[in-house]
């Protein structure tokens, strides 16, 4: 065909060819997958952080109610008012804790453990919840009508006759750490 000619079939409607338009939002479906995962994998991180996943021996929760019922337990600073637990020990799931009267939570799941748990307080704190099978332990002020526990001592022994002499009516005694808590009940 002669340069200038026009084409036999004609020039394509519309003038010239156009390119297929391509979307302004057409990043969105790379940056979605993307963040879902990176949010996804923040939640984990921070329920681990702050639950039970990474809880050993010596950090302190909050328990709000020791039942199958409960809230996870909260991994929390020893020193605040909430730290109403001590992790004594931490064991594989079908596991005993050792030899005491441990308060336990069973976590299930692609990590079973269980928590083998001693109360947080030290002589002179006052509870609430303490003769409860289920609440979690409260401290309360000593003058507070609900107390149903002191604190008279607190014993780095296993040993129940830690607690002869006091005004002591239950004891729990903890082989590891070795503990005895001395407690005057209501």
Known sequence: MPVGQPDAFGPPPGGQPTAPKRSKFGWLRFAIPVLVVVIGGGLFLFNYVTGTGSAQAGDCLSVTEFSKAADDPKKIDCGAPEANVKIGARVGGSESCPEGAYDTISMTGRMSYKLCM????????????????TAGYQKVSCTDPAKDAEVVKVATTADKASCEGTEATRVATYSTPPTTLCFKTA
């Not at 001693?118 to 099978?133: H, P, R, T, W, Y």
């Open 118 to 133: 001693i109360v947080n307080v030290k002589q002179g704190d006052c509870l609430k919840g303490f003769m409860s099978e």
